[in-house]
């Protein structure tokens, strides 16, 4: 190779060396988020593939992780405890794992799962989970990302769940939720990220979906703001795009038995408008790069 085209190509190598860490200078990340799904913590037996009392150690692990990491808030997408037999019960599982979170000292959002509120009422899970939240559905801001957190714990008689009066697989979103959503997401002008527990990519007669998921969809394609939109509920990990709103299934932490395999994921967002969930143990990685 003579000297000129050596020379030539050294340019061009350390030119586009510049040029990739350029970029990777330019991305910084703005926010991030931890985020953790059916978790089931219960002081029971393994049953079939769901290590109950595992969930504790699962969860000091997640927790220690997030304590790390030092996200702005962390957010539990439902079923952060399984049924029990009592109120006392079951605010006794409640208070067992929330006191293995605590130890963060971050901001928790809860996201309203099927068995959260199973013998519990909603006002009781909300005083005993120490959330920042102490409603089903409501929204905040975060460094310029809207969050809507949706509550579909309510029976087809729209009763709110709670004292063993639904099926797991009759999930709604009242009329006045819907109403609630569509106004919140007009009157926003940031861009938007929906967290739920049921799923709202699917449709009946799928079990795990909300009833009204066609018309919930609706409102998010409507409104050209919603990023992403992650749910739990089916357990394992899954993407689905429809109408070009992705649809992020986080695998359960309650899954098997061991720490090894717990899921929990860490959310970040960055100032180039891309989003990337980075998943430990079981929980996949995913890229949401923003759309032109």
Partial sequence: MNRRRFTLISSLTLASGSVL????????????????????????????????RDSLLKGKEAAEFFKSKKPAAIVCLGDLIDAAPSVETEISYLTAICKV???????????LGNHCVATLNKEEFFKNAGSANKEGHYSFDLKGTHFVV???????????????????????????????????LAETKLPAVVFTHQRLDVDRPNKYA?????????????????RVVFQGHSHKNELVEVNEIPYCTLAAM????GVESSSYSLLRFFNDGSIKLEGYHRQKDQTFPKKA
């Avoid at 979170?101 to 996201?111: A, C, D, E, Y």
Wanted: hydrophobic fraction near 35%.
């Fill in 101 to 111: 979170l605590n130890v963060t000292g971050i901001p928790r959002h809860h996201v």
């Fill in 254 to 257: 309650v899954e098997g038995e």
């Fill in 210 to 226: 909300i009833k009204q998921s066609v018309e919930v969809r609706k409102i998010l394609e409507d409104s050209k703001k919603v």
């Fill in 21 to 52: 860490k350029a970029a990777k200078a330019e991305q910084a990340e703005v926010l991030s988020l931890g985020l953790l799904t059916d978790v089931h913590y219960a002081d029971k037996k393994t049953q079939g593939t769901r290590a109950y």
């Fill in 150 to 184: 949706l509550d579909a714990c309510y029976n087809s008689k729209m009763e709110p769940y709670g004292r063993n009066n639904f099926v797991w697989h009759d999930s709604n979103m009242t009329p006045q939720e819907i109403a609630w959503l569509r106004k919140d």
